[in-house]
């Protein structure tokens, strides 16, 4: 049989009315403890309008420690209520669209890291062939949007300028620094070895301009200069061997060309010193070995 108790759970009246004789049917006093246990059990199932709050705890005949467990038990109650409303307030708030998009966001996690790699990868990349090659047919093959690709293309295309000027400009650091150093002077001449490598290496315009303004202007400087060479040579030698035709300095004169020599040189010059100086050598020998 049921009652009807129009006290509250909380209240003295509802321990020793309600409690004591409706529901234990007890003539004995009640020990707090185990009408503790009875409010407990109550509060987990009382609705939340109707949750005793601090105040009404106070008239309880608990312990403190008693008191301090309710009291905790109500608050995280009270916290997990507002949890799930904002948990179910979120969900109603959320679109269709986004709602149907939550199971596939493990995929487009994926495909951002994935596209993210493809970046680094191409930017990362130092082999010209490879980017000129390889990457335009892996973007072209890839799972990515037409306008991802697109941009990827854009990245790749950039890398090939750093690099091509990366190249461009350590071919023409090498260059520049070979004709420089040059001593032989058929190394510099057209058709040979550094119009060669200035003609067929990766550099710009202006670049092959430049080198071949110097590598013309060190072909005239190193001719001049071994002209002037060859000249102090004949007027000092004693030695006729080296005077006559097809000798080293008729060889040196013949590596030299009137084209690159400035300043009234010329080859035909150094060719008319030698013999006069080979013709006066060889005088003087004659007359030797006559007296």
Request: glycine share 2%; aromatic share 8%.
């Amino acid at each position: 049989m049921s009652f009807d108790c129009r006290y509250k759970v909380d209240s003295k009246a509802y321990k020793n009315y309600c409690y004591k004789k409706r529901i234990i049917k007890s003539n004995n006093k009640i020990k707090d403890d185990e009408f503790y246990n009875y409010i407990l059990i109550k509060i987990l199932n009382i609705p939340q309008n109707n949750s005793p709050n601090v105040d009404e705890f106070q008239i309880l005949n608990l312990t403190d420690i008693q008191k301090q467990q309710l009291q905790e038990l109500r608050a995280e109650q009270m916290r997990r209520v507002i949890r799930f409303n904002e948990i179910k307030n979120g969900i109603e708030n959320e679109t269709l669209e986004n709602i149907e998009r939550l199971p596939r966001l493990k995929f487009w996690t994926e495909y951002l890291a994935e596209y993210n790699l493809f970046v680094k990868q191409i930017q990362n990349e130092t082999d010209l062939y490879r980017l000129r090659e390889f990457w335009i047919t892996k973007i072209n093959n890839s799972q990515f949007t037409n306008e991802e690709k697109l941009n990827l293309h854009k990245i790749h295309e950039e890398c090939i300028r750093i690099l091509l000027e990366q190249s461009q400009q350590s071919n023409y650091q090498r260059i520049q620094n070979g004709i420089l150093k040059e001593t032989n002077i058929t190394n510099l001449e057209v058709d040979r070895y550094w119009f060669r490598e200035i003609n067929r290496s990766s550099l710009s315009e202006n670049q092959q301009k430049e080198l071949n303004d110097l590598h013309a202007k060190t072909l005239i400087a190193l001719s001049n200069k071994q002209y002037n060479e060859i000249r102090k040579e004949i007027l000092k030698t004693n030695d006729s061997f080296l005077l006559e035709d097809r000798g080293d300095i008729d060889r040196q004169i013949q590596l030299l060309k009137d084209n690159n020599l400035t300043d009234e040189r010329q080859t035909i010059k150094l060719q008319e010193m030698r013999r006069g100086r080979l013709q006066n050598l060889l005088q003087v020998k004659e007359i030797a070995n006559y007296d």
